[in-house]
């Protein structure tokens, strides 16, 4: 569907958030495929699953370099929502985000609490320059703590580490976690046997509905059996040695 940008957010140096009207039911973690007319069709989850949606990019190479000149008022070409989503109940949560995996799991956030549950959050970045979405969470009612690489803000170390220290001080029902692979994968190991944990991941999309095949990893098509997976089913696959 034919979309107008009607915001443009930057949400740090190499981040931005860009708003449109896109009038279909998303469920948190679910992603659409992104295009401009200019660069290629690429995988975005949404970061705002209201009535006026948004996906929030990093600038990474080709594509994403060419979204980040689209202004209010141009036209961008939106397919989905496609994917699994996250599990979000009255229950009690903590959320790990790494990097820009804090797009997907905001609406999570929110959506928790809109529903009457509980939800710690720890937001992983490499230093103070990269945060954003902070304040949105916090004035959601959110309970936010930071972890930097280098200790500029909040939490000096991992972000996996942070969330190893409230994990040992409170009991969840569900982890979830968004962000780099290899944090994923640490997620995995520490939380997976005691506790529900869901993780999103990424992979080469091509088609985003289960044609191609382009997004296989361990037999599953991350864009329709994913991107949000319990992360036993993937471990049992041996998604831990790969
Ligand atoms: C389900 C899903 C949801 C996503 N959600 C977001 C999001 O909310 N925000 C966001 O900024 N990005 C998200 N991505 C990643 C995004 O699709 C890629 O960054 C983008 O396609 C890169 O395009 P490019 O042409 O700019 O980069 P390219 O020129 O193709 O690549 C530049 C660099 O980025 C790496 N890269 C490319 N694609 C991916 C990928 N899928 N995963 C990891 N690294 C990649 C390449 O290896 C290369 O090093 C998501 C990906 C998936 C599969
Ligand atoms: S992207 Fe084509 S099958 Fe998943």
Known sequence: MHTRIVEVVEENPA????RFRYNVKVLPGQFCMVWDGAGEEVPMSFSYTGKIKGVTVKKVGKTTDLLHRRK???VLRIRGPFGTHYPVSSKKYLLVSGGTGIASLAPAAEKIVGRGGKCRFVAGFRNAS???FIERLRNAGIDVEIATDDGSAGFRGFVTELAGKLFAGESFDYIIACGPVQMLKEIGRRFAEKVETYISIESLMKCGIGLCDSCSILGYRVCREGPVF??????EKGWLEE
């Open 130 to 132: 990269e945060i954003f």
């Open 230 to 235: 319990r992360a036993g089913e993937l471990i």
């Open 72 to 74: 209010p008022g141009e």
């Open 15 to 18: 981040v931005k958030t860009f």
